[in-house]
Every structure is written in C-alpha cells, then in structure tokens.
C-alpha cells in the first residue's frame, strides 16, 4: 500500500511538473503582441503616449500638424506587426518617414521617456517593457539626423 500510495504522488507530481513545464513553453512561445495584450493593449499604450507627447514641451512641435487618430493609427499598426501580431504597416519606411524633420538624439530619447510612461501607467512588465524599448532603440538610425 506504501508504495501504491508514493506512486500515485510521484505520478501527481510528474503531472504537475509537465503541466507547468508545458504552461512555460507555451508562455515562452507567445508572440510579444500576445503577452502585451494584443491590439487592445496597444492602442491604450499608444492612446496615452499621444497624451503624454502632446503635451511634452520638448517634442511637441514636431506632432502639431499631426491628427491624434493618424498618429495612433499608424503607430498601432506599426507595434502589431513588429511584435508578432497580424496587422500590416502601410506607412513610410521610418527613414522616409522622418526625412526632413532633423531629429537630434534628444528628441528621440524624449519620446523613449513618454514609451516608458506609458508603458509603466499599464503596468507592462518589464520583459516586455524591456523587449519594446530594444525594438524601438533598434530603429534609432533611421529616425535620427535626417
């Protein structure tokens, strides 16, 4: 009976191993869109970045001539498609897209200050915190000094 009994509790415990093992691989096989809430999530990222930038004494004059809806639009867009979900960007290329607005380092990390407010009001956690800012210092070069 002794033994009958260990091994029912080692067969519940390789159980619960593998389920959380399996709930793991299936976390760690989530897109970032996915752990970041999808599109929802996203526009309300993105709806309050609009916010925090437009007030932003710093960068605001480069978004005067440019509509909340466009702005959120395009951005949302842009977020999906790079971080594994199903939209598709129909905007500029980012180099094109900021050609002509002589962007300095400061401008860019201005609005990386207002991502991360943004992200931190949603309590993003900071793995995907951290994997969004990568994504957006990665494009850095084409957006700055052009």
Not at 1 to 21: E, P, T
Not at 26 to 47: C, N, Q, S, W
Not at 62 to 86: H, I, M, R, W
Not at 101 to 111: C, G, P, Q, R, T
Request: proline residues 3%; glycine residues 6%.
């Amino acid at each position: 009976m002794f033994s009958l009994i260990n091994l029912h509790r080692r067969a519940a415990a390789a159980v619960v191993i593998a389920l959380a093992l399996g709930s793991s691989a299936f976390a760690a096989d989530k897109t970032l869109y996915d752990r970041l809430g999808g599109k929802p999530a996203l526009e309300a990222v993105v709806g309050e970045l609009w916010a925090i930038t437009s007030k932003d004494k710093r960068i605001n004059k480069y978004f005067a001539n440019t509509k909340p809806e466009a702005f959120a639009g395009q951005l949302v867009d842009f977020l999906c498609e790079a971080s594994g979900g199903p939209c598709k960007y129909k905007g500029q290329d980012m180099v094109a897209a900021h050609t002509g607005m002589h962007l300095k380092n400061k401008d860019f990390d201005a609005l990386a200050q207002n991502v991360v407010k943004a992200l931190d009001k949603f309590k993003v956690p900071a793995r995907e915190k951290k994997e969004v800012m990568t994504m957006l210092g990665s494009l850095r070069s084409s957006i700055v000094n052009h």
